[in-house]
Structures are given as C-alpha cells and as structure tokens.
C-alpha cells in the first residue's frame, strides 16, 4: 500500500483527478468505480475542468458508484444519484446508460442487489475504484462489524455513520437507517484503488489503518491485501502516521 502525502485537499482532488485523466487517455472506455461524500467532490471539480478544456472525453467512460441510501428517489437532494448529477455527470459527456448506481426505491433490495452484481460482473473489472474513507472506516457503506460482505449487499447503517452524516439532513432522524453498498470483494477486485482522506477528522482513522493489523472492525484495512493502492492524504489526514509507515 503506497501514501503518497499532498499539502492540502487541493492538491489531493488535482492529484487523483490527474490519475483518473490519465487511465481514460490510456484506455477511453475505462470502467471508474466513484464515490460520493465530501472527499471527492474537489476530484470531481477538476474533472469537469478537464473536461470543459477539451481534455478529456468521457463518452465511453462506465461508471459504477458504491452505494445508495435505500428510501431516498432520485429527486431527493440527500441521494447519491442526485449528487453524482449535481457535482460530476451533468457537466461532462458521460452517457445516462453508462452510469450505474445501486436504486435505493427498487422495490425489492435484494434482487437490486443481484442486478448490480450482475452488471459489475459484465463490465467490470473496474479500473480505478475511488474510495473515501469513514471515520469509523468503513468503505462504500462496508461498516465495521465482525464480519465483511463480499457482494454487493443491504446494509444497515451504524449510528457512527448516520451522525457523520446528519450534516447533509435537517436532523438525524431523516438520515436513513439503510442502504445499499458494494461488497468489499467488489471494491477488492478493482485494478487500482485510490483512497482519498483528507482533515484532521480523518487523522485517527488513517493512523489506525495503517499502522495496525487487518480488522473486519476497520473495514479499509483489508486493502492491505490489495496489490495497487494507493491512499492519497492531505497533510492533517496524516498528521498522526509514523514517519516510517508511508510504505507498508
Ligand atoms: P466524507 O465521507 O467524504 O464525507 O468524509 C467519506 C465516507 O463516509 O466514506
């Protein structure tokens, strides 16, 4: 696991954004695995920016993102199709039918989940995964628990999670209990994976990743056992790592 340190969350979204650029000029029907949050949304300014220069063409780019709050339409502003339109693929020349997100109002969740199973099967594998991480660690919606999920799969989400999250909800009663998320074989079976961190909120959970042992209670920590990843983390995000655990 490479951890490549950068100043400040500028520097890390230029710095993925760049990785991201450069695999679609290698190969323009790239499959990206993308994630919602605060983190990514500087990688996906500069995206668009790329894009609007005339430096990137995302027309056969695929796209699958992690997860989805099960309850939220894409209407609702608090769901993560709405925000992937609001801060990425309305901007760009992605096509609607290369977009594959979970469907948190699928009646059935279960069979949504095996349809997207399905799909990451016939498109995959993914070529770069983007990943934020939680501050409990978690990954996707892959919470910390005494045993990890392979596919994708509904999930509850735990109170660490829903509170971290309140911040986007009128209250935390309105942040749903559940969602669905790509398994952590899913996300283990990408080419490359890039984990973004950045804050000094996230300091403790980075240190606790990289320097302690693998944990299902730490779900980020099983990328240990991935060969090509790479943690891109501002200098607050790894303000409390030990110097000579940069490459483990
Ligand atoms: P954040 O969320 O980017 O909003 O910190 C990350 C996550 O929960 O995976």
Redesign the pocket.
Known sequence: MKIKVVKDYDEMSLLAAKQIIEQIKIKNNSVLGL??????IGMYKNLIEYFKRGEVDFSKVITFNLDEYIGLDKGNEQSYIYFMKKNLFSHINIKEENIFIPDGTAKDAEIECKRYNELLEKYGPIDIQI?????NG???FNEPSKSLTLRTHVTDLTED?RK??ARFFDDISKVPTKAITMGIGDIMKAEKIIL?ASGK??APIIKHMVETGISTFIPASVLKLHKNVEIIADEDAASLIEKDSCIA
């Open positions: 994630a919602t949050g605060s983190t990514p990943l934020g991480i939680g501050v978690h990954i996707g999670t971290a999250n973004l909120s996230k």
